[in-house]
């Protein structure tokens, strides 16, 4: 089982370095392009600029609007500004710099999944998956999170049931520009009579988001992340409308009416992540500019060997938040064993699953967040599909 060798900060400013002069000096010449042509427009005319300054009279007939000295000033407020923007564009690569050089640790990633495997099967409303929930928010808080329990009774095909979503924010967290929503259920799917431990569903998306919580818990951007931790993702007997997503529906109802779902720019959801042999689909009911720039991601990252050829509609927990109107995108690889004959099977153990798939799933994500936080993309994907 290798390792992603981590970047250093060594690494991270030799890859930065040209980047970021080419880009503060084609933001100082644009700059300075914009305050040449200021200045030439408040000029009475050309000949200001030229130097030819006791020539110009405004239409009042008072001191020329322009001379030598007041020009000179004018560059040496330019040249100031464009001191400032420097600096400006140092502090917002810096930014990025810090970005660049975040990692997940595989290991600690894996052992939050044996953690959760150690329960047992964990299926709504069991002890095992009380005994689970602690755990997450145990840790979510012991990393620094606050923890909000989303508490509801819903009917189920085995009568009416009590679950838990579990959100998690920073404590003291500025809202900015709204909110990024990290994304997993916990439950694992009711199989009565099979030792059904799900280390790959949904074992792997929790255990990363707890990893990832732990990375990004001192980053800020324009965007503030919540991590969302769904009950009763899976379907009692058959999957339905009805019997399927019962955390999920449930919360984006919630944010729907009480008025939280305007602040959420974007869901991220994590499921099936731990696979040794990665397949990720190209989900096409996720918004499609966010599932495009996952790919994209993938493909800069070098992690092109872990996208499938598959192409198609999966439903998962985004469902009921893009009906709500929020960009979502599942991050899936439902291609686990041969034919996908390990899914929802006892062979869902962690045999099956590796740190090192867990790890290029978290470069991944955070690769695919620093763009989301340094772009302007989640402006624009006004509309959720
Ligand atoms: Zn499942």
New binding site residues.
């Given amino acids: 089982m290798g390792r992603i060798v981590k970047k250093t900060p060594i690494h991270g400013v030799r890859k930065l370095a040209p980047a970021f002069i080419a880009a503060a000096s084609r933001r100082a010449q644009l700059c300075y392009d914009n305050h040449i042509t200021l200045y030439a427009s408040v000029a009475c005319n050309d000949s200001c600029v030229t130097g030819a300054a006791a020539s110009c009279r405004d239409k009042s007939g008072s001191r020329p609007p322009c001379s030598i000295k007041r020009i000179r000033r004018r560059f040496l407020k330019a040249i100031l500004l464009l001191a400032a923007l420097a600096v400006c564009s140092c502090a917002q690569s810096l930014q990025s710099f810090r970005y660049s050089v975040l990692a997940v640790d595989g290991e600690r990633a894996i052992e939050h999944v044996r953690a959760q495997v150690a329960f047992g099967p964990r299926p709504p409303g069991s002890p095992e998956l009380q005994k689970c929930r602690e755990y997450i928010a145990a840790q979510m808080k012991s990393i620094g999170y606050e923890i909000e329990e989303d508490v509801f009774t819903t009917a189920t095909p085995y009568g009416p049931i009590e679950m838990k979503n579990i959100i998690a924010r920073k404590k003291n967290a500025k809202e900015g520009r709204g909110v990024i929503a990290l994304a997993s259920h916990y439950d694992t799917?009711l199989m009565e009579g099979k030792n059904f431990v799900g280390a790959n569903?949904?074992g792997s998306s929790t255990g990363l988001l707890i990893e990832l919580a732990r990375v990004l818990v001192d980053e800020s951007g324009p965007y503030d992340y919540w991590f969302l931790f769904f009950d009763g993702e899976?379907a009692f007997v058959e999957w339905s409308a009805f019997d399927s997503t019962y955390g999920s529906r449930h919360l984006a109802q919630k944010w729907k009416e009480d008025g939280t779902a305007a602040k959420i720019r974007a869901l991220i959801l994590l499921d099936m992540i731990g696979d040794k042999d990665l397949d990720i689909q190209y989900e096409t009911n996720s918004a499609k500019a966010l599932m495009d720039l996952v790919w994209e991601t993938a493909k800069s990252e070098g992690l092109e060997s872990i996208l499938s050829r598959y192409r198609g509609p999966i439903e998962d927990d985004h469902i009921p938040f893009l009906d709500i109107g929020i960009p979502s995108v599942d991050i899936i690889d439902l291609n686990y064993g041969p034919g996908n004959s390990w899914w929802?099977t006892a062979e869902d153990n962690l045999d099956k699953i590796s740190a090192e798939s867990m790890e290029k799933i978290g470069r991944l994500v955070l690769a695919f967040l620093s763009r989301l936080q340094n772009g302007n993309i989640l402006e624009q994907t006004g509309n959720a599909r």
Avoid: C, T
């Fill in positions: 799917k569903d949904a899976e929802h």
